[in-house]
Nanobody
Framework: QVQLVESGGGLVQPGGSLRLSCAAS????????MGWYRQAPGKQRELVAE???????NYIDSVRGRFTISRDSAKNTEYLQMNSLQPEDTAVYYC?????????????????WGQGTQVTVSS
């Protein structure tokens, strides 16, 4: 079984910082990419940041310059450092990973999700 576990969410004032972490465990052959999504009440889930196993990072415009995604391949863990947080960043943040569980070439990477961690930015 493959499991993703997030941590690091919480309540923070505007301008504050949080660091999210996501650890993948289980039968993992390789992780092709990891990323963070978020979903605010009444809104669609959106991609926030992603990073490949070559450490190439992408961000949506609204967080670029404030958020930093990183990855520790040895620990199968990714992080999201969030600085200068704004109320608009309030959402449930979900870890996502594209994971191959077998070296067999006919088996594609699966899309796995964490349980979500709440981030609330409020005065």
């Amino acid at each position: 079984q493959v499991q993703l576990v997030e941590s690091g969410g919480g309540l923070v004032q505007p301008g504050g910082s949080l660091r999210l972490s996501c650890a993948a465990s289980g039968r993992i052959f390789s992780i092709n990419a990891m990323g963070w999504y978020r979903q605010a009440p009444g809104k669609q889930r959106e991609l926030v940041a992603e990073i490949t196993n070559g450490d190439k990072a992408n961000y949506i415009d609204s967080v670029r310059g404030r958020f930093t995604i990183s990855r520790d391949s040895a620990k199968n863990t990714e992080y999201l450092q969030m600085n200068s947080l704004q109320p608009e960043d309030t959402a449930v943040y979900y870890c996502n990973a594209k994971i191959r569980t077998s070296p067999l070439p006919l088996l594609l990477a699966g899309n796995y999700w964490g349980q979500g961690t709440q981030v609330t930015v409020s005065s």
